[in-house]
């Protein structure tokens, strides 16, 4: 069973900081996910990654296959990127479909 | 860009009743799930879908969930007859045969009082 670790749990930010937020799993997988959650609840696939590093405008997602360890940056924070930015792992390819889910890690940027 | 809906957007119901959630998921997606995410908790997976039947669930996913794929484009969960802790956003979500991305729809919140 993978466990998935994020963090911090809370984030808060002055407008223009550059934002990490961590994701570990104890087990290997075939992906890895970083999503949005919106304050009405919505999720918003960001990134999926199975290896090296994605940039999509502000943000960039790496991972590190070998130490089960992903990190999402934000570049130059806005207010509007508050929200959940959650990490979720995929087993390997011919295991399991469902995807494992971390708590999340809430980001409030501050004007 | 192609988007995954569903409906309704908020349900209460009454303990005891059936519900019905809907979702429409890409058309050219052949995987298809639920998940689940009570409120201030991790988003749960309950149950995966694929050339019609179930490809896999979790323990979550008991006798009172079902799920169908009645026309061709609608997903449906049932939940026969719902309990308090039933209360939760229900999301639906696809993805394509080839590709590990998966679109997730706006959510059902339901509540069960």
């Known amino acids: 069973k993978n466990e998935v670790e994020q963090s911090p749990q809370n984030l808060t930010a002055q407008e223009g900081e550059f934002i990490t937020i961590n994701c570990s799993y104890s087990?290997?997988?075939?992906?890895l996910h970083w999503l949005q959650q919106h304050p009405g609840g919505g999720i918003v696939s960001l990134f999926m990654?199975?290896?090296g590093k994605k940039k999509h405008g502000r943000l960039i997602a790496t991972i590190n296959i070998q130490e089960k360890h992903s990190s999402l940056h934000i570049t130059a924070s806005h207010p509007r990127d508050s929200a959940v930015y959650i990490c979720?792992?995929?087993?390997?390819?011919?295991?399991?479909?469902?995807?494992?889910f971390g708590k999340g890690t809430k980001l409030t940027v501050n004007p | 860009e192609p988007e995954v809906t569903q409906t309704p957007s908020h349900q209460v119901t009454q303990m005891g009743q059936e519900v019905i959630l809907r979702c429409v998921p890409i058309?050219?997606?052949?995987?298809f799930y639920w998940y689940r995410q009570i409120l201030g908790q991790k988003v749960e997976f309950l149950v995966s879908f694929y050339n019609n039947e179930i490809s896999e669930k979790s323990e979550i996913f008991d006798d009172q969930f079902s799920v169908e794929r009645p026309d061709g484009s609608n997903f449906t969960l049932k939940i026969r007859s719902t309990k308090l802790e039933d209360s939760a956003m229900y999301f639906c979500a696809s993805r394509a045969n080839s590709g590990n991305t998966i679109y997730f729809g706006e959510g059902s919140w339901l509540t069960v009082v």
């Open positions: 087990v290997g997988i075939s992906a």
């Open positions: 979720a792992v995929k087993a390997p390819q011919g295991g399991s479909e469902k995807l494992v």
């Open positions: 990654l199975s290896s």
């Open positions: 058309s050219n997606h052949l995987y």
